[in-house]
């Protein structure tokens, strides 16, 4: 199920940018990390978190994982925070976090989470040019990374989703679970977040999106 950012809100880009997610020797950009749509994302935010500590607040939970925290994930107009600063990747200029929870009932549970670039969708491919990313709307949304699961299948376990369509503008099937990236066009700026549909059980919430305390998610 597409999600849109017009709910999005005009920021100022300051002039002057910190770029402190350079790249080194024993640290993946943050960015790069996100891309795969995996728990370990979160591990990656506990390693940046003095650098993101520039730009946003930043929680610890479990010893060695953190998120960003937003005000409200459920509601649709607290559910980003913009940085105080930008995160510079290559040309890129990370502007934000999105991440946002929903559920639709009968047509599955739903969540987000992800960046908000102020660059074109043709600048943000270019620099993920490690990713194949499959046209889903003329130059307006864009996935990458598509993974499926039946709720059969061990609680580890994803197949690459080799379906014509997935579930950006469907449901997903009947008793399964979609995960995979979206690079989504908006008004004045970009959302490249994961996304994880359909049946979602609290055991794999747990393992997936490890910052959500589950009996905090209706």
């Known amino acids: 199920m597409s999600i849109s950012i017009n709910m999005l ?14 790249v080194s020797a024993d640290k993946i950009p943050l960015i790069e990390e996100l891309t795969s749509c995996n728990p370990d994302f979160f591990n990656h935010v506990y390693e940046h978190r003095e650098e993101l500590k520039n730009h946003t607040n930043v929680e610890i939970f479990n010893h060695n994982q953190a998120y960003i925290p937003v005000e409200n994930r459920t509601d649709t107009n607290n559910n980003f925070i913009y940085f105080k600063t930008p995160i510079q990747y290559k040309n890129l200029k990370l502007i934000g976090y999105y991440d946002s929870a929903m559920d639709l009932k009968k047509m599955g549970k739903y969540y987000f989470w992800g960046f908000i670039i102020d660059n074109d969708m043709n600048e943000i491919r270019e620099s993920l040019d490690f990713l194949e990313w499959k046209n889903m709307e003329d130059n307006l949304l864009y996935i990458a990374n598509p993974r499926i699961r039946n709720i059969t299948d061990d609680i580890q376990v994803w197949h690459k989703n080799t379906g014509t369509v997935v579930g950006v503008k469907t449901i997903p099937a009947p008793n399964t679970t979609e995960k995979l990236l979206l690079l ?6 970009q959302l490249l977040i994961c996304s ?17 305390q589950i009996n905090k998610v209706k």
Do not use: H, W, Y
Not at 9 to 22: D, G, H, R, T, W
């Open 9 to 22: 809100k005009n920021v100022i880009v300051p002039l002057f940018m910190f770029c402190s997610f350079a």
């Open 184 to 189: 989504e066009k908006g008004d004045n700026m």
């Open 196 to 212: 994880i549909q359909g049946v979602v059980t609290n055991n794999l919430l747990r393992q997936e999106r490890p910052d959500i």
